[in-house]
């Protein structure tokens, strides 16, 4: 059974930093794509960074560009995610999705290309 457990969600000030992290579980973690996305009150869940563990460039939106970093822990199949100069439109519900197998280009930062979700961390900036 395949389980991602985000944690790390909090409430912090604008210029603040953050660092998510997705523990997975009952997967060939090394060969998965796996992304993190949000979704705030009102608005469509979006991509904000995905990564092939078994190798290759992270891909980010480009409202978090520079801010965020995706990384991960192989040993611990671990997925973390530092946000840092957090801002209030960073605010949202933070989830972890993996995919089997290797996504690329678009499609790495599509939703619907992902088969297992974790249960989301909320993040708050305030102004």
């Known amino acids: 059974q395949v389980q991602l457990v985000e944690s790390g969600g909090d409430s912090v000030q604008a210029g603040g930093s953050l660092r998510l992290a997705c523990a997975a579980s009952g997967i060939t973690y090394s060969g998965t794509s796996m992304g993190w996305f949000r979704q705030a009150p009102g608005k469509e869940r979006e991509a904000v960074a995905a990564?092939?563990?078994?190798?290759?460039?992270?891909s980010y939106a480009d409202s978090v560009k520079g801010r965020f970093t995706v990384s991960q822990d192989n040993a611990k199949t671990i997925l973390y995610l530092q946000m840092n100069a957090l801002k209030p439109e960073d605010t949202a519900v933070y989830y972890c999705a993996a995919r089997p197998g290797r996504l690329y280009g678009g499609r790495l930062g599509d939703p619907e290309n992902y088969n297992f979700w974790g249960q989301g961390t909320q993040v708050t900036v305030s102004s």
């Open positions: 990564i092939y563990t078994g190798g290759g460039i992270p």
